[in-house]
């Protein structure tokens, strides 16, 4: 057998193979949508049981107020019948009957002499019927509202050359753990922070306001000795004051601020990615409402409307009014599941609302607090907002997405950390500083490659760069970089390839030619928002993975004019594959495993050779990508049935409403 004949049978049998694991993958993923929708059925069974549940307690609690009313009435009737039997009228009449029919008996003329004499009436019954209560059937009866422990992930470790002693809650000094070497943990009563502080001198003390049982007074005097920054942080829970023994001062908020008569500058709380993030988790969404927190009442504008609306409320110190819907508080590492099992948060606390909306949880406020969702200043307002977000998951979804956009636009732990190094005075070693990107693209159609060139533009991200290949077009690639820098981007690169070439071997020409960390494919005809390189750069902050993409995703059908949402269930977790089009790639990683030299499937290729070598593919949100797919197919290089599509999606709307998806 020649050589040539050899290599075209090894090609085959991975052909044969890659379409095996292709069909495998599918009746995976078939299956894996059957699960999900079997799982919903009885979420929605379970649901329906617990209202009939509650119907139950109703009629049971009426039947009981009804027999307590009837059995009043009888205790009332026969009360008003004794006192008329015991009045004098009553038993002189009795008396008289008595005589008239027996005129010479005795014992008439005594009952008349009795008749005469007073008799104290009975006892009137009280004036309302017994109160009676409807059967107690608590949330944590009816529901299973316990959620496993979140998985706390070791690093990585933003800072690792500044070392930093922490004073914080927990769930403060845990998140902060990420941002630097962190020196915490200390046991009141013992001299051990002395002992640590010798042998590993921090760079600088934070102590947050909790209540430690440590000597702060000690440790700040120490760190003046030793000529270490300090700085307070007033989170408004605790003792505030040990602020004066510190070099700075911070609060996060105007009204913390102004419990320090010296002032503070403002640092508000933040969201840690790798601890606040959208990924998915099982029983996601399954319950409507939680407020989590101990009972506070100004937010009686959010807790007033919530129990008709299914509220669990996670806390202690709630009136009585509330008591069915109180569940016990969990551990700080079981609420980051347990948060995500809700539709909506009511935010108790100035903390919650930024590690809410992290997790793509939406959030609805008091009139007084910061946050990244509707407020609300009385109870009419509350019940309004609530019903909204309950009845429009659409509205919730996009709500939580523009949320979790500003968290990671300016409101990390990583931003508040930098603005603490920059005010002791000590230097960030990482600062934020947007990676430079590079987008790939292969195209054989003239026609697409200003359409291209519109859709790289657009995006907010910068550095940006552009790398097109120009497979068999005869186009100048000058005439291209003009068009591409008169739309508005600073770092094009425009290649050519011969027709020969297959797409695999164009793209890694592309690759080649590419300078970003990070490194993207695209298609010349798919749409895509002006957000979509941020977004899925902000997912590499907790996704753990080498490849960040869509998965689940819009799709214009050109030959019905409706626009289909794939694979809705397939947003905010790993994954097996992504879409071709819509991937984002750490580039020294693709560069190592590069594109197989096909003429179709080496995206396909590439997700098979990296879960092969366990690197983790990461589906981020559904919204920034749209695929279209016209009416001709032969315009495709992947041909399927528009029906097909149809069958791996629902039909979220027809036309196309640019603002619902690339926003």
């Known amino acids: 057998m020649t050589q040539a004949g050899k290599f075209g049978d090894d090609a085959a049998t991975q052909r044969e193979r890659a379409d095996r694991l292709a069909a495998e993958n599918a009746a995976v993923r078939a299956r894996l949508d059957e699960v999900e929708h079997e799982r919903r059925d ?4 379970v649901e329906l049981l617990r209202r009939r549940l509650a119907e139950v307690a109703r009629e049971l609690g009426d039947t009981g107020r009804r027999a307590a009313e009837q059995a009043h009435r009888a205790e009332q009737a026969e009360w008003q019948a004794e006192a008329m039997r015991r009045r004098r009228r009553w038993r002189l009449g009795e008396a008289l009957t008595a005589v008239r029919r027996r005129p010479l008996a005795a014992a008439s003329y005594r009952r008349f002499a009795g008749a005469l004499r007073g008799r104290a009436l009975p006892a009137a019954p009280p004036d309302a019927p017994k109160r009676t209560r409807r059967p107690e059937i608590r949330v944590a009866d009816t529901e299973p509202l316990d959620a496993p422990a979140a998985a706390i992930p070791d690093g990585p470790v933003n800072r690792p050359g500044v070392t930093a002693a922490v004073v914080a809650s927990p769930a403060v000094a845990l998140a902060l753990r990420y941002e630097w070497r962190q020196l915490d943990g200390f046991r009141p009563g013992t001299d051990d922070w002395r002992d640590v502080f010798e042998a590993e001198r921090p760079d600088l003390l934070l102590v947050a306001s909790a209540a430690s049982g440590l000597p702060i007074e000690e440790m700040a005097a ?45 640092l508000p709380f933040a969201a840690q990615p790798r601890l606040h993030n959208p990924i998915r988790v099982p029983g996601q969404g399954r319950y409507p409402l939680l407020y989590e927190g101990d009972y506070d009442e100004e937010d009686e504008p959010l807790l007033a409307p919530a129990p008709k609306l299914g509220a669990h409320f996670r806390g202690h110190g709630f009136p009585h009014k509330y008591r069915q819907r109180v569940v016990a508080p969990l551990p700080y590492e079981k609420s980051l599941t347990a948060r995500k099992h809700y539709q909506v948060l009511l935010a108790a606390d100035g903390r919650q609302p930024y590690e809410a909306a992290a997790a793509g949880v939406p959030v609805v406020l008091r009139r007084s607090a910061p946050g990244f969702g509707p407020a609300v200043a009385d109870a009419d307002e509350g019940r309004t ?27 990390t732990y990583r931003h508040r950390v930098g603005t603490l190094l920059e005010a002791v005075g000590l230097r960030d070693p990482a600062p934020i500083v947007p990676p430079p990107v590079s987008l790939v693209l292969s195209t054989n159609r003239p026609g697409q490659i200003d359409h291209a060139i519109a859709q790289t533009a657009r995006q907010t991200w910068r550095p940006l760069q552009l790398v097109i290949v120009l497979h068999g077009l005869d186009v100048e690639t000058a005439a291209v970089e003009k068009r591409a820098r008169e739309a508005g981007l600073d770092d094009v690169v425009v290649l050519t390839a011969d027709r020969s070439l297959p797409l695999g071997a164009c793209l890694n020409l592309g690759l080649d030619a590419a300078g970003g960390a990070y490194v993207g494919k695209m298609d010349d005809d798919e749409l895509y928002g002006p957000h979509y390189v941020a977004d899925l750069v902000a997912a590499f902050s907790y996704a753990d993975a080498g490849v960040v993409g869509k998965l689940a995703h819009y799709a214009y059908l050109e030959s019905v004019g409706a626009t289909v949402l794939r694979w809705p269930d397939h947003e905010h977790r790993h994954v097996d594959h992504l879409r071709g089009g819509a991937l984002l790639a750490e580039a020294d990683l693709l560069r190592t495993y590069r594109f197989a030299d096909l003429p179709r499937g080496e995206d396909t290729d590439l997700f098979r050779r990296l879960r092969g070598d366990g690197v983790r593919l990461y589906a981020a949100d559904r919204y920034s990508f749209v695929t279209v797919r016209h009416a001709d197919p032969s315009k495709h290089t992947w041909q399927p049935d528009d029906r097909r599509l149809l069958a791996n999606g629902r039909v979220a709307f027809y036309g196309f409403a640019e603002e619902h998806v690339l926003f």
């Open 222 to 266: 120490w760190c003046r000795e030793h000529r270490v920054p300090t700085v307070y942080w007033d989170t408004g829970d605790g003792p505030h004051e040990h602020a004066a023994l510190f070099d700075h001062v911070f609060a996060v908020d105007q009204a913390t601020a102004a419990r320090h008569a010296n002032g503070a500058r403002l």
């Open 42 to 45: 009885r979420d929605r069974h």
């Open 385 to 411: 907002v609530l019903r909204a977000l309950l009845a429009a998951p659409e509205l919730r979804d996009r709500q939580a997405h523009l949320a979790w956009r500003d968290v990671h636009a300016a409101h």
